[in-house]
């Protein structure tokens, strides 16, 4: 089995263009969102799950088109809620129904009730990041270990560096000067779904890296 863990591409936010706490990607954003579908060419993707924030499903929209695959929404891949950021609170949040409408292709993960807010309720720790990615790993990726599963999860910063930690606690990634945005993280699981193989793909966007001053969220 192989996973492959994307943080979604440069945002508005990120450049600092828009306070909007569910916003778009920048005209970079785009292109990197672009960008990954040739790097997965010769890749055959069985699944994509995707945060339900919009950077993140623009992030994976192109990669699914040309798959001919459904994005499957996952709220416990979405960015962290926490008090440093009170846009986030502020946002009016579209409920599951709006997302699965504005973005055609997109459905919610079946353990989640649509009926049921997508958002916390109250401020979040990075443990509950860490609780809660750890709880889509358990429940929807391990059960895939020991098939030819070819998955892609697109995240955060915060969600997706807490899954990686828990796929492979162990993984050395050389340092980058450049921020993650776009950047692929693979790994390869054995039929336990213990991690064997790991590697970090950037080539892709190799001239449209974001750069570091880039805010991390």
Same mark, same amino acid.
């Given at each position: 089995?192989?996973?492959?863990?994307?943080?979604?591409?440069?945002?508005?936010?990120?450049?600092?263009?828009?306070?909007?706490?569910?916003?778009?990607?920048?005209?970079?954003?785009?292109? /990197?969102?672009?960008?990954?579908?040739? #790097? #997965?060419?010769?890749?055959?993707?069985?699944?994509?799950?995707?945060?339900? +924030?919009?950077?993140?499903?623009?992030?994976?929209?192109?990669?699914?088109?040309?798959?001919?695959?459904?994005?499957?929404?996952?709220?416990?891949?979405?960015?962290?809620?926490?008090?440093?950021?009170?846009?986030?609170?502020?946002?009016?949040?579209?409920?599951?129904?709006?997302?699965?409408?504005? +973005?055609?292709?997109?459905? +919610?993960?079946?353990?989640?009730?649509?009926?049921?807010?997508?958002?916390?309720?109250?401020?979040?720790?990075?443990?509950?990041?860490?609780?809660?990615?750890?709880? #889509?790993?358990?429940?929807?990726?391990?059960?895939?270990?020991?098939?030819?599963?070819?998955?892609?999860? +697109?995240?955060?910063?915060?969600?997706?560096? /807490?899954?990686?930690? /828990?796929?492979?606690? %162990?993984?050395?990634?050389?340092?980058? %000067?450049?921020?993650?945005?776009?950047?692929?993280?693979?790994?390869?699981? %054995?039929?336990?779904?213990?991690?064997?193989?790991?590697?970090?793909?950037? /080539?892709?966007?190799?001239?449209?890296?974001?750069?570091?001053?880039?805010?991390?969220?």
């Amino acid at each position: 089995m192989h996973i492959y863990v994307i943080r979604h591409g440069e945002s508005l936010g990120n450049i600092g263009q828009t306070e909007v706490a569910n916003c778009d990607l920048s005209d970079r954003g785009k292109i /990197q969102a672009e960008r990954l579908v040739p #790097f #997965f060419e010769k890749i055959a993707l069985t699944r994509i799950y995707s945060s339900p +924030f919009k950077r993140t499903i623009q992030t994976a929209l192109p990669l699914a088109g040309n798959k001919g695959l459904p994005i499957i929404l996952v709220p416990d891949m979405r960015e962290i809620f926490n008090q440093a950021w009170a846009n986030l609170w502020e946002y009016d949040w579209e409920d599951c129904a709006e997302i699965e409408s504005m +973005f055609p292709g997109t459905k +919610f993960i079946e353990s989640h009730d649509k009926a049921r807010q997508w958002w916390p309720a109250e401020a979040e720790e990075a443990d509950h990041v860490q609780e809660r990615t750890g709880r #889509f790993l358990r429940q929807e990726l391990l059960p895939l270990a020991g098939g030819n599963e070819r998955v892609a999860v +697109f995240g955060h910063g915060a969600s997706t560096n /807490q899954l990686r930690r /828990q796929i492979c606690p %162990d993984a050395a990634f050389p340092k980058i %000067d450049f921020n993650t945005n776009a950047v692929i993280y693979e790994y390869r699981l %054995d039929d336990r779904g213990e991690c064997v193989e790991y590697n970090i793909h950037y /080539q892709h966007i190799a001239d449209c890296l974001s750069p570091l001053k880039a805010r991390d969220h």
